[in-house]
């Protein structure tokens, strides 16, 4: 529709010139019904004017016949088309008024021929005005709801577009995305999560949550989704087993999904992440920050921290526990003589020989080099104390072969007890280095227990006696 000045009214030349979709369509069909169409209301006025021409002249039939052709062909053939014939039923109307005048045409009727001729001219420009804003008004409505339908159909497709995408963000996201209703119920979830859970995505719609996190949990994520639904975000960690058999980490957070009118949390979004990788590395960066990179045993820090825990224990339960400073003999000379590469095979060595020795609940650590001390828990007496130095001494005399070497070192060990010796980790090692100077002063190959009341500790059974070796 062309439209003029405001105030003016619109050109609308044919429907289907800017609203197609009113009658059938641009085709061959249509344009051939609308040719006949025309034909056949041009054939219809005609027949009307020439009856006027032929009967008795302006009768009151015609006040309808013209009006309702101009009415029948502003809506089904066009503004243009209207007022053509609205000139050429005026111009019918005034050649048939001033035949009656002149007497070339008959008059029956008593009501008088200007009278009727000026009624008839005012009911078709009547018609016409009224029709044309008529149909302007029905244009615009219908040009206004056409736009709302235009507007809403690229709201529609830009709405399916942005879910795709969507769509296509959370299955490619790391973790698992899915949404439940407030009952529970999956409603959406992401390509992962269907992986992970060894189903397809549809499939799992309409699933209750707790169903895919497995019986061990669902007390637990009832709780969570109680939680969630009076509006709270959730955030937990969960072991839960995957398909291919292997036990994962995740952590798990649940946001409220609220309705946009009120408010009210109709469900939840849920994210579920696994961080096995990131524990696992976790541990690692931990074993290495606490563990001898040589030996893999506890390193200063590990045995430190164990150490203090058995002290507070050993005071709960009323009993001691023993600090052995293992020192060996002849590394040095090992290690100079044949090389660090064979010191350092020495060393993993004598670390296994010490782990073998001592009991289960006891702790073997390396301090650096060559030294390496025993935490000895649940000690009962001073002879327990030595049964277990003993062994380690047994242990470190036997000889190490080392590619086509066999060596041996020995070594001293010095024994702090406590509570009695010092009741913190300070100084129990103190008192046990104490004791290790004075067995490295007895000779080596010894073990001595600290005393503080003696310049020199006393010599106690088994290994102590250097002469023995």
């Known amino acids: 529709m062309n439209s003029g000045q405001p105030g003016e009214f619109p050109v609308w030349r044919a429907p289907a010139a800017e609203y197609p ?70 111009l019918a109307v005034v050649t048939l008024v001033t035949g009656q005048a002149m007497g070339l045409v008959a008059h029956a009727e008593p009501v008088p021929v200007t009278s009727a001729a000026v009624t008839l001219l005012l009911v078709m420009a009547m018609t016409v005005v009224m029709t044309l804003v008529l149909q302007r008004a ?3 409505r219908y040009a206004e709801r056409r736009q709302i339908h235009n507007q809403n159909q690229l709201d529609l497709q830009a709405a399916r577009a942005r879910e795709t995408d969507l769509r296509l963000l959370a299955d490619h996201l790391p973790g698992l995305i899915f949404e439940c209703d407030a009952q529970g119920r999956c409603v959406f979830v992401n390509q992962r999560l269907a992986l992970f859970f060894g189903k397809a995505a549809q499939a799992l719609l309409g699933t209750p949550m707790v169903e895919l996190l497995g019986e061990g949990s669902v007390r637990d994520f009832t709780s969570y989704q109680s939680a969630v639904l009076r509006g709270d975000v959730v955030e937990f960690g969960m072991r839960r087993m995957a398909p291919d058999g292997i036990w994962c980490t995740v952590e798990v957070t649940l946001v409220p999904r609220q309705a946009a009118d009120s408010g009210r949390v109709v469900g939840w979004y849920g994210m579920i992440y696994d961080v096995t990788r990131r524990e696992n590395v976790t541990l690692e960066l931990r074993d290495k920050a606490t563990h001898d990179a040589l030996t893999g045993l506890p390193n ?30 002849n590394f040095k000379r090992i290690n100079d003589v044949m090389g660090h590469a064979v010191g350092d095979l020495f060393l993993r060595e004598v670390a296994r020989r010490i782990t073998g020795a001592i009991r289960s609940i006891d702790t073997v650590a390396r301090l650096g080099g060559d030294e390496f001390v025993v935490l000895a828990e649940e000690v009962d007496s001073s002879e327990m104390v030595a049964l277990i130095a003993d062994k380690v001494l047994y242990a470190l005399l036997q000889p190490v072969t080392i590619g086509q070497e066999t060596v041996s070192a020995g070594g001293s060990i010095g024994i702090a007890l406590g509570p009695q010796d010092g009741d913190t980790g300070e100084q129990l090692l103190q008192a046990a280095d104490a004791a290790l100077y004075e067995a490295k002063a007895a000779g080596r190959k010894c073990y001595r227990l600290f005393n503080a009341g003696l310049a020199v500790a006393p010599e106690t059974g088994g290994f102590s006696r250097s002469a023995a070796l």
């Open 21 to 90: 979709e009113l009658l059938v369509g641009r085709s061959s069909r249509f344009w051939g019904g609308l040719r006949a169409l025309r034909l056949l209301v041009l054939g219809g006025w005609l027949g009307v004017t020439l009856l006027s021409f032929m009967g008795p002249g302006v009768l009151t039939p015609y006040l309808l016949a013209y009006p309702v052709l101009l009415v029948f062909s502003m809506w089904a053939l066009g503004v243009g088309y209207c007022i053509t014939l609205f000139v050429l039923s005026c």
């Open 138 to 140: 029905f244009l615009e």
């Open 300 to 329: 200063r820090l590990l045995f430190h921290e164990r150490l203090n825990h058995a002290i507070h224990h050993a005071f709960r339960r009323k009993k001691s526990v023993a600090v052995m400073f293992i020192d060996l003999d």
